[in-house]
């Protein structure tokens, strides 16, 4: 007679096949495909030249997924994820900042250099228009005209291309070059932004010199923001039931949510931590807006500053910088990307639960989130060194989100 455990053989054999064939198919599932753009190897990771990564645009082109990265050390790389390609974006340019946007004319790329100069390309030109900078107010900073901040905006009469320099100008421009209007602060433009509202198109610079400034299209100043607090870092507009929205992330401790006529709505702050990155994003009426801050935490806030959720990127390093955060809608939901010095980018869902994280090594600076034409979206994170990685999702969108990624290290 055979005893339990004889009869319970077959069952565990079969159960142990199970899960090795589960294991084989979960790492099939999430092949790692690596090359250098130099010479084009399938044999190390990717480190962009001269490190020290400074922007990074992700998007989808002609052959499927790409994106454009630079260093301010190297002239600016277009790389196709799918094709495993890589075209340097001109010559002889130490490239820091690029803005990439679909419009009505096609695909518009801009990226601006340490020289001053703003390159425009359309539909992959190789060099369509130029922009220079080149108001010298002082002769011992060098690069006196480096490129801080660029925005695209598509008017119903037309592209424009707003750019802001160390020096001290901001400049609305056509995509032939033309310069429209120069704005002026007292200390560099560190960011410019645009919107194209039913009040008409505005243009918003901030500056180091702690002020942030409405522009419209002819060069007329609207409105000023004083900000105190420290240099205007970022800026983000938006329109809600006709009324203009601004958020400012400031050098130190706070950001702060505005009006059009410059009276501020709320400050945001992480107690006596500094705030690395701020994100928003337009809910129906409403704003939410996220910072990640020294603490090691993401905070959610309304736009009347009500701190809606508080997220710990890392229970075990509670001080982790959260560097970069990003949120975005999928399906009707809104979900949280956080990036931190502990090499880990998390997933959450706003009411504070982590869906996946995504082990990139090395403490994340940018993070970059893009849908597709066919409702995927790819995530992308990208390291201070230069290492890049675009996450590309191998099973469909569930019930919330995905159930793995899959990586490409470039």
């Excluded at 002889?92 to 100069?117: C, F, H, M, P, W």
């Excluded at 505005?202 to 060069?219: C, E, F, P, Q, V």
Aim: with cysteine; charged share 20%.
């Amino acid at each position: 007679m055979q005893t339990n455990l004889q009869k319970a053989h077959p069952l565990l054999y079969l159960t142990a096949f199970l899960c090795f064939c589960f294991l084989v198919s979960a790492i099939k599932a999430q092949p790692t495909i690596e090359f250098s753009h130099q010479d084009i190897h399938f044999d190390g990771h990717y480190f962009h030249p001269g490190n020290n990564l400074r922007s990074l645009e992700l998007f989808e082109g002609c052959g499927g997924i790409e994106f454009i990265s630079a260093t301010g050390l190297a002239p600016a790389r277009n790389y196709s994820v799918e094709f495993g390609s890589c075209n340097r974006l001109g010559d002889n340019y130490l490239d820091r900042e690029i803005a990439v946007k679909q419009t009505s004319q096609g695909r518009i790329t801009v990226i601006g250099s340490d020289n001053g100069v703003v390159r425009v390309l359309v539909n992959d030109a190789i060099h369509s228009a130029s922009i220079v900078h080149d108001n010298l107010f002082d002769e011992n900073i060098n690069p006196p005209h480096l490129i801080r901040k660029i925005a695209i905006l598509e008017t119903s009469s037309g592209i424009l291309i707003i750019s802001g320099s160390r020096d001290r100008t901001a400049k609305i421009s056509k995509l032939n070059g033309e310069c429209l209007a120069t704005l002026y602060h007292d200390d560099e433009v560190l960011s410019v932004a645009a919107l194209e509202s039913s009040q008409g198109s505005i243009i918003i610079t901030g500056s180091g010199d702690r002020t942030a400034k409405i522009w419209n299209l002819d060069g007329e100043c609207l409105a000023t923001f004083k900000c105190d607090e420290g240099a205007v870092l970022n800026i983000i507009p938006f329109e809600v039931s006709n009324k203009i929205i601004i958020i400012t992330h400031l050098a130190g401790r706070k950001a702060k949510i505005w009006s059009s006529n410059g009276q501020c709505l709320a400050t945001l702050e992480h107690g006596q931590e500094w705030i690395r990155s701020v994100a928003a994003i337009q809910r129906l009426d409403e704003i939410l807006v996220v910072t990640g801050g020294d603490d090691g935490t993401a905070k959610l806030w309304a736009s009347n500053g009500e701190c809606l959720a508080s997220f710990v990127h890392d229970i075990l390093r509670p001080n982790c910088r959260i560097d970069s955060v990003s949120l975005f809608a999928k399906r009707g939901d809104i979900y949280l990307i956080t990036g931190a010095t502990n090499g880990l980018a998390k997933c959450w869902t706003l009411e504070g639960r982590n869906i996946f994280s995504l082990p990139h090594n090395d403490p994340i600076q940018l993070i970059k989130v893009l849908e597709l034409s066919n409702q995927d979206t790819i995530i992308a994170t990208a390291s201070l060194n230069g290492r890049i990685i675009v996450w590309l999702p191998i099973d469909l969108w569930q019930q919330e989100f995905i159930t793995k990624l899959s990586p490409i290290i470039i």
